[in-house]
C-alpha cells in the first residue's frame, strides 16, 4: 500500500508541473520511478503511460474551458502522425527488452536519448524563441505527431519536453499554445501504445492494482496544472518548462550513473 501512495504523491506533483508546461508528466514520473525501482522498466513504463494519458484528457478538456482556441488542422494532422508514432515506439521497445538479457541497457538508451532531447529543448527556449520554421503543409504536421509519439514511447515518459520545443520550431505557435498541441499528441500516442499492449503481451505481468492509486493522482494533477495554465503568462509557463527540464536532467544523470554503480 505504501508504494501505491508514493506513486499517488509523485503523479500529482508531476501531472500538475506536466499540464502546466505541456510536458506531460511522464518526463517526470518516469525517472523518479526508475530512481525508486518498485517495479520493472516495462511496468514503470505503462504506469507512466496511464497516468499521462489521464492527464492529457483532463488537462485537454480544462484547456478547452479556459477559451483556448485550436488550429484544427494542426491537433487533427499531428494526431494522426503521433497514432502511427506510438504504436511503432512501444513496437520497438517491447523489441529492445527482448534483445537486451538486461534491462538497464534498455534504460540506458532511454536515458541518454531523454538527455539529448532536454538539452534540445533547454537550449531551444533558452535561445531560439523567435526562430521558427512556420511549416504548414499536412504532411509535416503528421510527420511531427509521428515523430513525437515515437520518442515518447519509446522513452517511456508519455510527452516529455521536445513536445513543445519541436511544435514551436516547425509551426510557430506560442508556447502556451504548442503546450495544449503537445498535451493531445501525448494522448493519441498513450492511447496507441495502450491498445498496442492489450493486443499484444497483454496486461497481466502488471500490477493492476497500483492503477487506483495512478488514475486519481492523474486526474487531480491534470486538472490542477490546467487551472494554473490558465492563470498564469506565457512567460510563466516558460520559466516552469526550463526549471524542470534542468531539474529532470539532473535525475537522469544520476539515474544513468546508479547503472553502473
Not at 499484444?200 to 502488471?206: A, E, L, N, V, W
Request: aromatic residues 12%.
Amino acid at each position: 500500500m505504501y508504494v501505491g501512495i508514493i506513486y499517488f504523491i509523485v503523479i500529482i506533483l508531476a501531472n500538475t508541473v506536466g499540464a502546466i508546461s505541456g510536458m506531460g508528466g511522464g518526463v517526470i514520473i518516469k525517472p523518479v520511478l526508475d530512481t525508486l525501482h518498485f517495479h520493472s522498466l516495462a511496468a514503470i513504463s505503462f504506469y507512466s503511460s496511464i497516468a499521462v494519458l489521464t492527464m492529457s484528457i483532463v488537462s485537454t478538456l480544462r484547456q478547452m474551458k479556459n477559451g483556448l482556441k485550436l488550429q484544427i488542422p494542426i491537433a487533427a494532422f499531428v494526431s494522426l502522425g503521433s497514432v502511427i508514432g506510438g504504436i511503432t515506439g512501444n513496437t520497438v521497445f517491447e523489441s529492445l527488452l527482448k534483445l537486451f538479457s538486461d534491462e538497464k541497457y534498455v534504460q540506458l538508451v532511454q536515458i541518454i536519448l531523454t538527455i539529448v532531447t532536454l538539452l534540445f529543448a533547454f537550449f531551444y527556449t533558452k535561445v531560439g524563441d523567435a526562430r521558427s520554421f512556420d511549416l504548414s503543409q499536412p504532411i509535416w504536421y503528421v510527420i511531427i505527431g509521428l515523430f513525437l509519439g515515437f520518442i515518447s514511447t519509446l522513452l517511456g515518459i508519455g510527452g516529455g519536453p521536445i513536445n513543445v520545443a519541436l511544435l514551436m520550431l516547425c509551426f510557430g505557435i506560442p508556447i502556451k499554445e504548442a503546450t495544449v498541441y503537445s498535451i493531445i499528441t501525448i494522448f493519441f500516442s498513450q492511447a496507441a501504445k495502450i491498445v498496442t499492449i492489450a493486443q499484444s503481451t497483454g496486461f497481466g505481468r502488471f500490477d493492476l492494482s497500483i492503477l487506483c492509486y495512478v488514475i486519481p493522482a492523474a486526474i487531480i494533477g491534470g486538472f490542477v496544472g490546467a487551472l494554473i495554465s490558465g492563470k498564469i503568462s506565457s512567460e510563466k509557463v516558460t520559466q516552469v518548462y526550463q526549471i524542470v527540464i534542468i531539474l529532470v536532467l539532473l535525475l537522469n544523470l544520476w539515474n544513468g550513473v546508479q547503472l553502473f554503480i
